[in-house]
Every structure is written in C-alpha cells, then in structure tokens.
C-alpha cells in the first residue's frame, strides 16, 4: 500500500503528460485552424473575419457565431485544382512509399544479419547524412541532376546515353529526391523489428521444409510487420504532405497539396481556404492511422 | 489410436530409399570436421547410428557436439567428411532437402501461427492433402497431450507446453532421424525428470531414431541408450551409459562422467590377474588387471564413491576379508547429506581424501558416521579401474 502512495503521483503525473501535450499543440491550435476555415477572407488583419471579440459582448459573439460556414469545404470539393492535388499527393506518396520498401527492406534486412560490431558501423552510416541539412542535401540534388550534373557526365561516360538526360522538373527527380530523403525512416524501423527477430525461427523453417523464398515469405516478413507499418506510416504521412521536394526538384505543372497550401496562404492570402485544405489533408492521413490500428487490434484478437 | 502410428514415412522425402530396419545402420558420420576460423569447432568424427537408436551427444559447452549437430541438419557444411543418411551422403544438402527434423533448443516456435499451425508448417510444405494434415495434425497433438489448445499463440502457453508444440512439429513430418538440440534445458527440475520418461516412450513406441545433444550427464545416462561423449572437437568415448560409467576410457571422462576418486601412482608389479599401484595419496592398491594392457609410466586408479565401503573397524561383508584388500584408515573429515544417500569425505592417514557415498538405507541414523570419527574406507580390486594418466 505505501510502495502505491509514492509511487502513485509521479506516475500518474507521467501518464497525463502526453494528453497536456497534446490538448496544448495539438487539439488548441487544430481549434484555431478549424475555426479559421469556417470564415470568410477579408482585406484585413488578421486576413479573415468574422473575428471572436470576447470584450464586445454577447451578441456580437453570437453574430460572429452565425457568420461560420462551410463553404470553403464545399470549394474544395468543388475545385478540380485541390481534388487533384490530393490525388497527385496520395498517388506520390503510394509509389514513393513503395518504392522505398523495396529499397529499404533488403537493406535493412542486410544490416541485421551483420555481425553486430559491423552493425552499429552501419547504423552510423544510414544516420550520418541526417548531420547535413536537409535542404542542403536537395540543392546537392539539384546539382547532381543538373543539365551538365553528375549522374549526367557518368551516363554519358559509360555510353548509356548519347544525350544528356532531362532530369530536373520531372516526376524522376521527385521521386529520387523524396526516395532519398525519406530512405532512413524507413530502414530504422525495418532493421530494429528484423534485428530482434531471432534467426533460429528462419533456420526452424527451413527445417521444416521451406525453401529460401518460402522463409521469407512465411516466416521473416510476417514477423517484421510491424516493422513494415512503423516505416510505411513514417514515410507515407509526412510525403502526402511534402512541400520542398517536390517544390525544387519537380515541374511546376501540377502541385501536391502542401505546395497548394502554400500558393493559399501566402500567394493569395486566403488563410479560410487553406486552413479547409490542410483540415481535410489531415483527414485523409487520419484514415490509413485508423485503418493500421484497426489491423493491429485484429490480430491481437486472433491470438486470443 | 497412436499406436498405430507408422513408423516413418519420411522414406519417401528420402527419393524411395527403404528405411532400415531396426538395428541397422541408418547414419554414418566418416571423418567430419568443420572450422570456424582457426576454431576447429568438430575435428574428425566418425560415428555410426543404428535406426531406432536414442543417441546422446555429451560434452560440456564448446566441445562441438552442437556444431555436429547443426551439421546433420544442414545448417553448417562440414569442411571434411561425409554424411551418409541410409547410404547417401547429404553433407552438402540444403536443410529444406533432408528427412531429418530438429527440435531446437528454446523451441524456436513461429510466434505468428497458432499451436495448429506451427505443426502443420511442415506437412504444408510436405505438399500434403489438406485434409491429410489435418488428420495428422490431430493425431501430433493427441499424442504429445495438448488438445484443447490448438487456436492458441505460443506465447499463451507454458514452458512445458511449448516444449510439446516443438515436439509435435518435429515429429509431425515423421522424419528418419529426429535432432534435439538440449530439449529439456529450458525446464524446471521436475518437469524435466518427467519429460524424460515421456520422451523415452514416444521413441520407443515410434520406433524413430533421436539424435539428442546435452551437457547434463544425468539426462544423457538416463535417455540415451548409447552416448558419445565428446571434447574439443573430437568423439572420447563411445559406449552404452553403464559402460561409460564403470569402464570409462580416460581420466578425463572419468571425471567428466558421475564424481570419482582419482589416485595417481605406478604400475608397481604383477600378482596373477592382479596388478599393484603404487599410489602417493592411498599408499599401494590392488586393482583387477584391466582388458586393455596398461603401459609403464603414470597411471590413475578410479574409484567410484559408492564403491567405497565405510566402516568402523575394517571389512564387515562375508568375503570381505578376502576380496577387500584395498583398505585405507582415515577419518571423517566432511559429511554431505543428500537424502537418499549421504557423501562422507574421508581424510586419509596417508593424505589423500577419498569419498564415499553411503545409501541411507535406515530413517534412523543408527550408522551414521560424525565428524573426525577414525573410519576404515575398503573397496575391492574389481570396482577400480586403472587409466592412463
């Protein structure tokens, strides 16, 4: 009973950080944006009205109240511009997710099968360009890429290409850009699920009659599954939303909806319309969450 | 139902080779050596396992017995040697290839697929009729006792019952040589005691051929009917437990196997099938001339502690006084009750310590020896037996 006492408050006071934390810089600000996307723009300061005044009395709030409306979400839906960004957004985010898992997996595979000195060596190595800024490191994109770049001069050294290839402003150089950027999110995660996994479990299988292709598939990646959602999530989320790679390295003929966002709010100064599109951007990336805990739950059930 | 069990059909995994009878040659391991390194992990072994035998493989930790292990199941390539499973030689097949099963040390169960489906997981890559695996699969579980929790994950299920899940899936493809790889470390004391027995009838009554590792002599002795018992990379003795413990080819298998007494001396002469030693510890003892000639230099006479007799004043058996020509006075210098039987050390007059294990035959210790008490410790020629040092 008195280990309880002491230890209680500390405790409980632990496990209310987290929800502080979030009511303070989540849910607060999320209340701004959401009461910001109700309003209507307006040659003003802030950029917006109606404005809550909470000195001028309770019938101007309620006006104020009466103002909101909805119509910036109806424009969206209604404007070919923001469904297509969200398309072109959720489309990059697919194939760059999966093509990061296929880069990333055997990778990460790799490192867990080295001997463990050898493995923090590689460790180091995968974190090591997170040193440079990000930035830096797409304008060294953008170098490489570059008309008379390096990857231009190899190719043309090794006689692959007779003409310098027309790298910058295409989907290829997003996608090398976003694959590059995005690389160790995915591996981290891979390699510490593949890591723990103990290698008898591959070797009980191939006793068992497995053949190499058939271990991985029914052994060592149902295992790293959740390795496998922790990386897809990390890279999928934070690409539909992406705004300076596709920004610097992509063509300019069609937009993802974080450079979309960013033409609102600070080209056309419609904070309205641009808190409406960052709200359903946040819906659209709330749906694979709850999906992937939905699975999650699932299979706890079925070990019941 | 389980009876009825044939007895192997892994012949047919093995390309149509008939399974030897009981008794014959099933596995012969000619000359096998693997390296790691510098290591010499397994330095020339050659063994012969007959089908239907429960071999163990004893030694303690590091001496290779695992790695020659590993090696019939495909795991490591022997660098020398051949392997040769009903006359073919699978040194370099791949695991997946062989007709051997393995029951791994901590199990090494799938922790995704259920009780269920870990069995069936070699059946299914078998190409076995679905409904065929789930006949067989009903049958594993009936026979290592776990109906009821076939759903189940392995980590809802106890230590014991994992061991039997680990079982049933390295049966469940009836394979003509099953490994165990230390099965029964990762059990306590009595449920080990009694999984022995268990899987000593399972053997017995599949008529199968077990293949167990084990640092643990006791389970070796109590399971095995023949044991190899191996040091650094080499096969020291091979032979039935009785024989390892009462005729054990060297001073270190002596001591490796059961406790003994070791007294070191030479050969000093000849009294008909008698020899002589001279010992420094115990002074000169007779010992039964042994089958294999012993050459001149140092020798060791080993004596088991329950060989050793105690008593207050000299030799009390009818024949004692003629057969108990080895006696040696001391006294009482430690006492180790174990329940069933008590360990006394004796010190002896001479300076060497001997030890005797006394079965505690009465509740009442009437017999029971005390500290410092002058004791005589006797033992017959016939129970020593003389090693090279």
Redesign the interface.
């Known amino acids: 009973m008195s280990a309880r006492r002491i230890f209680a408050r500390p405790a409980r006071f632990a496990a209310i950080a987290p929800y502080v934390w979030m009511v303070l810089f989540f849910l607060v600000p999320f209340a701004f944006v959401l009461k910001i996307s109700l309003s209507q723009t307006a040659i003003a300061q802030p950029p917006y009205e109606p404005v809550f005044d909470l000195t001028a009395g309770w019938d101007a709030l309620k006006s104020a109240f009466a103002a909101l409306s909805v119509d910036n979400f109806r424009l969206i839906g209604s404007d070919d511009i923001y469904v297509f960004a969200y398309v072109r957004s959720l489309t990059v985010a697919v194939t760059a997710t999966a093509l990061l898992l296929l880069i990333g997996y055997p990778i990460a595979y790799g490192m867990a099968r080295l001997p463990k000195n050898w493995q923090a060596v590689a460790m180091v190595l995968v974190i090591v360009p997170f040193w440079t800024s990000f930035l830096i490191r797409i304008y060294a994109w953008i170098n490489i890429l570059q008309h008379d770049g390096l990857l231009n001069q190899i190719l043309l050294a090794l006689h692959l290409v007779s003409q310098p290839v027309v790298w910058l402003s295409t989907d290829s150089a997003m996608y090398i850009g976003i694959v590059y950027s995005y690389l160790p999110f995915m591996i981290l995660p891979l390699y510490a699920t593949l890591a723990k996994m103990e290698p008898v479990l591959e070797e009980a299988a191939s006793d068992l009659g497995a053949p190499p292709g058939a271990v991985f598939w029914l052994v060592t990646f149902p295992l790293s599954l959740p390795g496998v959602g922790a990386g897809v999530l990390l890279c999928f989320i934070p690409i539909v939303g992406e705004f300076v790679i596709p920004d610097l390295l992509a063509g300019s003929n069609s937009l993802m909806i974080g450079q979309t966002l960013w033409l609102e709010f600070f080209t056309n100064k419609d904070w309205p319309v641009a808190s409406a599109a960052a709200i359903v951007l946040l819906v659209v990336l709330l749906l694979p969450l709850l999906l992937y805990e939905r699975l999650q739950k699932r299979q706890l059930e079925q070990g019941r | 139902m389980t009876d009825e069990l044939p007895r192997t059909d892994a012949a047919a995994n093995a390309g149509g080779d008939a399974y030897p009878a009981a008794g014959q040659p099933l596995l012969c391991i000619e000359g096998v050596a693997k390296a790691f390194g510098a290591f010499r992990a397994v330095d020339g072994v050659s063994l012969e396992i007959k089908a239907g035998e429960f071999f163990a493989l004893l030694g303690p930790s590091g001496c290779g017995k695992t790695t020659l292990l590993r090696m019939l199941?495909?795991?490591e390539a022997p660098d020398e040697g051949r392997i040769l499973l009903g006359g073919k030689d699978i040194a370099q097949a791949?695991?997946?290839e062989r007709p051997?099963?393995?029951m791994?040390q901590?199990y090494?169960?799938?922790?995704?697929l259920s009780v269920r489906d870990n069995i069936a997981?070699?059946l299914k890559?078998?190409g076995m009729a679905r409904a065929e695996i789930a006949t067989r699969v009903a049958e594993m579980v009936a026979l290592v006792k776990l109906e009821g929790l076939e759903k189940r994950?392995p980590?809802?299920l106890s230590g014991g019952q994992r061991q039997r899940v680990a079982l049933a899936?390295a049966l469940a493809?009836r394979p003509q040589l099953l490994l165990l790889d230390e099965p029964l470390a990762a059990l306590d004391k009595k449920l080990r005691e009694s999984t022995q027995g268990e899987l000593m009838e399972l053997q017995r009554r599949l008529g199968m051929t077990f293949i167990i590792v084990t640092h643990d002599q006791e389970e070796a002795m109590t399971m095995a009917s023949r044991i190899g018992v191996m040091k650094s990379g080499k096969l020291a003795q091979v032979a039935s437990p009785r024989e390892l413990y009462e005729a054990p080819r060297s001073r270190w298998i002596a001591e490796f196997v059961g406790d003994v007494n070791l007294f070191d001396g030479e050969s000093k002469l000849r009294d008909g099938h008698r020899l002589v030693i001279g010992t420094r510890d115990a002074g000169s003892l007779v010992v039964a001339e042994p089958r294999e000639p012993v050459g001149a230099g140092r020798l060791a006479v080993a004596i088991r502690p329950e060989k050793v007799k105690l008593s207050r004043r000299g030799p009390v058996s009818e024949a004692g006084h003629e057969t108990a020509i080895n006696r040696l006075d001391g006294v009482i210098a430690d006492i180790c009750y174990l329940g069933g039987t008590t360990t006394y050390k004796v010190k002896l007059d001479t300076g060497g310590m001997v030890q005797a294990s006394v079965a505690n035959s009465a509740r009442l210790d009437v017999d029971a020896y005390s500290l410092n008490q002058h004791v005589v410790a006797w033992f017959t020629p016939d129970d020593c037996v003389v090693l090279q040092s």
């Open positions: 199941a495909g795991f791949l695991p997946h051997i099963n393995m791994f901590n090494a169960l799938f922790p995704h997981f070699g890559r078998a994950k980590d809802q899936r493809r």
